[in-house]
């Protein structure tokens, strides 16, 4: 079936900082790709959609400068979340659409702590 | 908000018992999935019914839409510890997905 694969799990970054998370899809070519925050014990929240080779979207009240991305080739997104704050501070999560119609593969999260 | 309700919050059986989620949504939309996450961790799909079905098995699970109501129900038949995670109805109007609240179910051994 479709993988997504994201690096790294866990991160620990100190207020100021940048963190780059990646995705990639290892077994299939994504267009689109999605990131989305949760925060301890909620759902997920959809930051913005990636497309391959444009700019990505992002939802309303999600700061374009703060988290940037970058979906270079058909099999890698980043997210980079620049000066980090301690509210930052979320598990983020991507996603691809998988081929065919398998459904939305996701990545296995990153937890990210600024300290 | 576009994000759908589900009942209950949280919910604890015994270990054999059926478990039953419940998600409301609030668009239109061309199908409904549900996927299980485990603490802490990535999600994984379990199944996903079209807007034109009523009802779809998987395994031990079965779920049914009432896109009349605009509601969805997940049903885990003999569960297992295993079973002990986050489920999460997801709907999909156009490209995006919607997650609903979620469930945090836990199976007593």
């Known amino acids: 079936g479709a993988v997504v694969s994201q690096h790294p799990s866990r991160v620990i970054c100190k207020s100021g900082t940048s963190v780059k998370i990646e995705c990639r899809s290892l077994d299939f070519q994504a267009t689109t790709m999605f990131w989305y925050r949760q925060f301890p014990k909620q759902s997920l929240m959809l930051m913005a959609t990636s497309n391959e080779g444009s700019k990505a979207t992002y939802e309303q009240g999600v700061e374009k400068d703060k988290f940037l991305i970058n979906h270079a080739s058909l099999t890698l997104s980043t997210l980079t979340v620049t000066s980090a704050h301690p509210e930052d501070s979320s598990f983020y999560i991507c996603?691809?659409?998988?081929?065919?119609?398998?459904?939305?593969?996701f990545g296995s999260g990153t937890r990210l702590t600024v300290v | 908000s576009q994000q759908g309700e589900e009942d209950p919050q949280a919910l604890s059986i015994q270990e054999g018992e059926n478990a039953t989620m419940n998600c409301s949504y609030k668009t239109s939309i061309n199908n409904l999935q549900w996927y299980r996450q485990n603490s802490g961790r990535g999600l994984v799909h379990l199944i996903l019914?079209?807007?034109?079905?009523r009802e779809k098995h998987s395994g031990r699970l079965r779920v049914t839409l009432d896109t009349s109501k605009k509601s969805s129900s997940l049903l885990i038949t003999a569960s297992r510890a295993a079973d002990t995670a986050s489920y999460f109805c997801?709907?999909?109007?156009?490209?995006?997905?919607?997650f609903g609240t979620g469930t945090r179910l836990t199976i007593i051994p």
């Open positions: 996603s691809a659409r998988g081929p065919g119609d398998q459904g939305y593969t």
């Open positions: 997801v709907t999909r109007g156009n490209e995006k997905l919607t």
């Open positions: 019914i079209r807007s034109n079905e």
